[in-house]
Every structure is written in C-alpha cells, then in structure tokens.
C-alpha cells in the first residue's frame, strides 16, 4: 500500500491537515494518509503544548479512520526526533511504499532537524505550500542540496515507487489555517469570557 506519513505537534490538529492529507491522497495516487501525532517537537517548546490524548483526539477529529488514520505510533515505538521514527516505520512495515508529507515551512527549517539527509534518503517526500513560506523554502538550504532529486509536479502519481532521495513540490490550493492562529483565537475567547464574567459579578 502507498502510505502518506503527516507528522506533527497538532495541537490542534485543524481543517489545514485535512487539507493536505486530502490532497496527498488524489496527487499521490495514496492509499492511506497517517497523521502522525508526536510526543514532543525538540524544535518547540513544551509551553502551550496540549497533552498527547488531547492532541491524538483532535487529530482523529479530523481523520475517518480508514483511508486516513491518526495514530499516536511515534510515542509506542518510543522514538523522538523524525529520522529514528521512519527508520523504525521502514523496519515495521518493510511492503509499504511510505511518502512523507511536509508543508514549505518544514522544508525550509527542514536543515535544523536531527539527520536531516537520512531523512530525505530514507523515502521520497511531497511539500504542500504554505502561505508566505514558498519562496524562502524553495530557495533555501534543504532544496539547494537536494536539488538534483526534485521532480517535476507532474511526476507525482509516481513518487510513492520511486527511489529516495526524490521530491516534489506540489502547487496548488493553499490552506492559512495554522494552530498557532487556532490556539490564539481559544485565548482570546477565553479571555473576552472572563471579561463577561467579572461584569456580571460587578
């Protein structure tokens, strides 16, 4: 089967996710889309992060269980950081043909991950744009070194069967959801209800 690895904090997860697992699956020609749910992003800070059950049930909110699957793997197989955690996928389910899927954002911090090149070698890779990051990634370090392993977008039914390292940049739709904007937005409605609240009592 062609399996669509999404990895992430998602806290929370967000109509942005499906976006990108939707697309994947019909661009990619995929089977299934896992969201991967992460235990802990070395790269953030635990401050503002929802416990793992709270991030999984928000990422299952948006999955249907079936074609595509929110899964809180990483912490059972007790990896960390994204390279131990392909590997182990790789060793675990040695007939699945796996894409790993990231936004433009994640390609251009994409130098500051733990064996960044074991990860692009290790199966090919989709990136989805994001609003405001298209450019900076495609011109910055991680593409400038992978550049001869970049295909054309129009080779993206097939990249689940080619060999790593091989990319594609998927243009197309651009979804500006973020849980960053989500996790503000509760603040601020949670801030207003306690204003609410301090009125009537006055």
């Given amino acids: 089967m062609r399996i669509g690895l999404l990895g992430g904090s998602f ?3 967000h109509d942005g996710h499906r976006h990108v697992a939707l697309q994947a699956m019909r661009r990619l020609r995929l089977g299934q889309v896992w969201l991967l749910v992460s235990p802990g992003n070395p790269l953030k800070h635990d401050g503002g992060m ?61 130098p500051r991950w733990r064996d960044w090149l074991a990860i692009a070698r290790s199966m090919p890779f989709a990136v989805h ?3 405001s990051y298209n450019p900076r ?15 054309p977008a129009r080779q993206a039914a097939s ?6 390292p091989a990319w594609i940049f998927l243009p197309g739709l651009q979804h500006a959801a973020s849980a960053t904007a989500l996790r503000a937005a509760r603040r601020q409605e949670r801030r207003q209800a306690r204003g609410r609240h301090e009125q009537k009592r006055d």
């Fill in 137 to 151: 990634a495609l011109a910055g370090q991680a593409a400038h070194r992978l550049h001869a392993a970049r295909r």
């Fill in 159 to 164: 990249l689940a069967g080619q060999p790593a």
């Fill in 129 to 131: 744009p994001r609003p």
């Fill in 50 to 110: 929802a416990p793992l059950a709270a991030r999984l049930a928000s990422a299952r909110a948006i999955a249907d269980g079936r074609r595509i699957v929110a899964t809180d793997i990483e912490a059972r197989l007790g990896t960390r950081y994204t390279a131990d955690t392909l590997r182990a996928l790789c060793r675990r389910f040695p007939r699945a043909r796996f894409v790993w899927l990231m936004g433009a954002d994640n390609l251009h911090q994409l």
């Fill in 11 to 13: 806290n929370p997860a």
